[in-house]
């Protein structure tokens, strides 16, 4: 009875415009993070720009959580749209961070594995922000919306084998003659390769609710 009760009730649409919009965010923050790690004079000013990227970002989460407690119908369970708005914000928050941790350790210059594990976390962007306009139709979409889960998270065990190999040729390299170069370095290879994972637990977000209402 409930159940057709909801299926009648209208619907608060406005959670997939926030989907949207959140996805924009994390693609112009993938964007700029790829974009510094070609080094140079502009990292100091695209660190930056990730920062105003994941503060509209934070906006953008702020305002579905309210929604959440003042709709009384939403397009899908309320703890499926909070979980998935989080792991999408934890996804530019983690690239604050890797910005956060470069200025702190003044890096001008970025090793090739390290663009490589930009240029995936750029591809998991654009594949999440093609995924959540699919949301508005979860049946009609729900065989691409598996692919992209299934590319995320191919991507993120590429960016595993890039992880291991980047830290073996730290060890192998710099390390020798600058331990502090393998120190610096690795800390920006695990804030990377965390900035995929998290991109990761989008995708198993979606997969999540597309099990519960399919």
Same mark, same amino acid.
């Given at each position: 009875?409930?159940?057709?009760?909801? &299926?009648?009730?209208?619907?608060?649409?406005?959670?997939?415009?926030?989907?949207?919009?959140?996805?924009?965010? @994390?693609?112009?923050?993938?964007?700029?993070?790829?974009?510094?790690?070609?080094?140079?004079?502009?990292? $100091?000013?695209?660190?930056?720009?990730?920062?105003?990227?994941?503060? &509209?970002?934070?906006?953008?989460? =702020?305002?579905?959580?309210?929604?959440? =407690? *003042?709709?009384?119908?939403? $397009?899908?369970?309320?703890?499926?749209?909070?979980?998935?708005?989080?792991?999408?914000?934890?996804?530019?928050?983690?690239?604050?961070?890797?910005?956060?941790?470069?200025?702190?350790?003044?890096? =001008?210059?970025?090793?090739?594995?390290?663009?490589?594990?930009?240029?995936?976390?750029?591809?998991?962007?654009?594949?999440?922000?093609?995924?959540? $306009?699919?949301?508005?139709?979860?049946?009609?979409?729900? &065989? *691409?919306?598996?692919?992209?889960?299934?590319?995320?998270? *191919?991507?993120?065990?590429?960016?595993?084998?890039?992880?291991?190999?980047?830290?073996?040729? @730290?060890?192998?390299? $710099?390390?020798?003659?600058?331990?502090?170069?393998?120190?610096?370095?690795?800390?920006?290879?695990?804030?990377?390769?965390?900035?995929?994972?998290?991109?990761?637990?989008? &995708?198993? =977000?979606?997969?999540?609710?597309?099990?519960?209402?399919?």
């Amino acid at each position: 009875m409930l159940s057709w009760f909801q &299926a009648l009730m209208p619907k608060e649409g406005r959670f997939f415009d926030l989907f949207d919009a959140h996805a924009k965010t @994390l693609c112009a923050g993938a964007k700029a993070l790829r974009q510094l790690l070609d080094g140079g004079e502009r990292v $100091p000013e695209l660190c930056a720009e990730v920062a105003r990227h994941e503060q &509209a970002a934070d906006d953008i989460t =702020r305002e579905a959580m309210l929604m959440v =407690r *003042r709709t009384f119908i939403t $397009p899908f369970d309320r703890s499926d749209i909070i979980d998935l708005i989080s792991s999408m914000d934890d996804a530019i928050d983690q690239m604050h961070k890797t910005a956060k941790a470069i200025m702190l350790f003044d890096q =001008r210059a970025f090793l090739p594995d390290m663009v490589r594990l930009g240029e995936i976390i750029v591809q998991s962007a654009e594949l999440t922000a093609e995924a959540t $306009p699919l949301l508005r139709s979860l049946r009609g979409n729900a &065989a *691409r919306l598996n692919q992209i889960a299934e590319q995320v998270t *191919r991507l993120e065990d590429e960016s595993d084998q890039l992880y291991d190999n980047g830290i073996a040729a @730290l060890y192998h390299g $710099p390390a020798k003659q600058d331990p502090m170069a393998y120190i610096v370095g690795a800390e920006i290879y695990d804030h990377l390769e965390k900035v995929v994972d998290r991109f990761e637990d989008v &995708a198993n =977000r979606i997969s999540g609710v597309l099990i519960e209402h399919l």
